[in-house]
Structure formats: structure tokens, C-alpha cells
């Protein structure tokens, strides 16, 4: 099992950047996929970005290609989802999660989920 923990969300302005950070706990957070996912009000959690194991396949959601990176430190057991040129689209609570396996989008694949962190981006 293993817990997840987001943090680095907050409010910034169209066009600036922000980097969300996810501390997973427990010693085998190498052999978990890593994705991040983002939800508004009303509406189903979106798959933003993913990372397998190792670091060499990562998929990101057409809405947030070129602007947006995932990385992954697995030494410090953290996963990154650096974002720049934000949008007020991008307006959502953002959450990591984490699947053992192959490399998945689907939010149903991912079994472990953190608490989420709110990124606010006003025009």
C-alpha cells in the first residue's frame, strides 16, 4: 500500500507557472505508475498526465500538451507536475495517484489516490 500526499497548489495568474509536488510513502514507490489527475465541480476527474515505473513512457492529455510536465524522483519517492502558461481552464483540484502495472490514463486503473490540492488560476 501506499499513501500519497500533494502539495504546491495555490492561486496565480494566467500565463504563470506553478510546480505540484506528491510524496508517496513506503519503500516500493518505484513500482508504481504515477499519474495526475485534475476535477472541477460537477464534472469527472480528468487524467492530466502519466509516468510508468522507470520514467521512460509519460502520456499527457491534449488540453495540456507543451505547457506541462510530469517528472518523477524515485529516490525521493516524489512525483512533479511542473505547469506553465496556466489557463483559467486549468482551474481544478489536482490529485496523484498511483497503480501497479502497465501505464494507464484510465482513473479507474490508478487504486491509490491522494487528498488533492486546489490550483486557482484567475484571468
Known amino acids: 500500500q501506499v499513501q500519497l500526499a500533494e502539495s504546491g497548489g495555490g492561486l496565480v495568474q494566467a500565463g504563470g507557472s506553478l510546480r505540484l509536488s506528491c510524496a508517496a510513502s513506503?519503500?516500493?514507490?518505484?513500482?508504481?505508475?504515477m499519474g495526475w489527475f485534475r476535477q472541477t465541480p460537477g464534472k469527472e476527474r480528468d487524467f492530466v498526465a502519466g509516468i510508468s515505473q522507470g520514467g521512460g513512457r509519460i502520456a499527457y492529455a491534449d488540453s495540456v500538451k507543451g505547457r506541462f510536465t510530469i517528472s518523477r524522483d524515485n529516490a525521493r519517492n516524489t512525483v512533479y507536475l511542473q505547469m506553465n502558461s496556466l489557463k483559467p481552464e486549468d482551474t481544478a483540484v489536482y490529485s496523484c495517484?498511483?497503480?501497479?502495472?502497465?501505464?494507464?490514463?484510465?482513473?479507474?486503473?490508478?487504486?491509490?489516490w491522494g487528498q488533492g490540492t486546489q490550483v486557482t488560476v484567475s484571468s
Open positions: 495517484a498511483a497503480k501497479s502495472g502497465i501505464f494507464s490514463s484510465s482513473v479507474r486503473a490508478y487504486d491509490y
Open positions: 513506503g519503500r516500493t514507490f518505484s513500482s508504481y505508475t
